[in-house]
């Protein structure tokens, strides 16, 4: 997708002027920012900068102390994560809230089970062949092999474990999906399927919103970077040409408008 198109379509998210107030900490301060359907954006700055602060906001953790929130057109001011996620937003956080002693499939349905009706009393029960079949089908739309889903989550390495996670938000439809530091504890192999798994998500239209440390992560995968500094949007920059040396310099010197 050329630049233009995606800017012809409408956005998928935006935010308008948003603020948040920990008490005294002012931790972002008049952030406009927009994503576009299948927009991988980069969401990067110091520690500190505010970008767990946006995370929140836009998980539904916390709401802005000011400005707005839009999610395809509409006012967005979820009450929780639960509003976030029935939106269509999924959040992937860096300790992932799987269930490691939990099947693959289990894990992948945690808190929205399938369940039939049994012949005996006509009595809810877990429709465990569905899900089983239904988490084969997930995972196979991903880059990341995923061997056995009655294997428990323990049992995964650390890129398997982000394929369950990102396969359980596309089981919710998510239109966005928000990654903290995704590649942060994973080896070099487990790096380079993680971001196989984020283009994969760019294919069938589910935006990313990344937040990541490694510059190398976000040049390989983002359309376009956000800069946050001290809680403002210091730099909002197209990631066509940019590389990892002159990204990490943006990060230390540019200054907030
Ligand atoms: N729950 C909280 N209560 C009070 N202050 C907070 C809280 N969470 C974050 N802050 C403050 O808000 C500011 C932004 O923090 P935030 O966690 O958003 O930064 P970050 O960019 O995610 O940093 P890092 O790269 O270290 O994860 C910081 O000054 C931080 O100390
Ligand atoms: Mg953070």
Redesign the pocket.
């Known amino acids: 997708m050329s630049g233009r198109d995606r800017g012809a379509t409408t956005p998928l998210l935006e935010l308008e002027r948003v603020s948040l107030a920990?008490?005294p900490?002012q931790?972002l301060r008049e952030v406009s920012l927009a994503i576009r359907p299948g927009e991988v954006l980069g969401l990067l700055?110091?520690?500190?900068?505010?970008?767990?602060?946006?995370v929140k906001l836009v998980a539904g953790v916390h709401p802005p102390t000011a400005g707005t929130m839009r999610w395809q057109g509409r006012v967005y001011a979820p009450r929780g994560p639960r509003d976030a996620l029935e939106a269509g937003i999924a959040t992937i956080y860096q300790h992932l809230a799987l269930a490691p002693r939990l099947p693959v499939w289990h894990n992948l349905f945690l808190g929205a089970e399938r369940v039939r009706r049994s012949w005996f009393a006509g009595l809810p029960v877990l429709d465990v062949p569905r899900m089983r079949e239904e988490a084969r089908a997930a995972l196979a739309r991903l880059a990341i092999a995923v061997p056995d889903v009655d294997r428990p989550v323990a049992e995964l390495s650390g890129g398997q474990r982000q394929a369950v996670a990102i396969a359980r938000a596309l089981l919710w439809n998510a239109r966005l999906l928000i990654m903290d530091e995704p590649t942060a504890a994973l080896g070099v192999r487990e790096t380079a399927e993680v971001r196989a798994l984020v283009r994969g998500l760019e294919a069938e239209g589910v935006a990313v919103l990344l937040v990541s440390?490694d510059m190398q992560d976000v040049v390989a995968l983002a359309h376009r970077v956000a800069i946050?500094k001290r809680?403002r949007l210091a730099a909002l920059l197209d990631a066509d040409g940019l590389d990892a040396d002159r990204l990490a310099r943006l990060v230390m010197t540019a200054e907030a408008a």
């Open positions: 920990y008490g900490v931790a700055g110091d520690n500190g900068a505010g970008k767990s602060s946006l440390h946050l809680g």
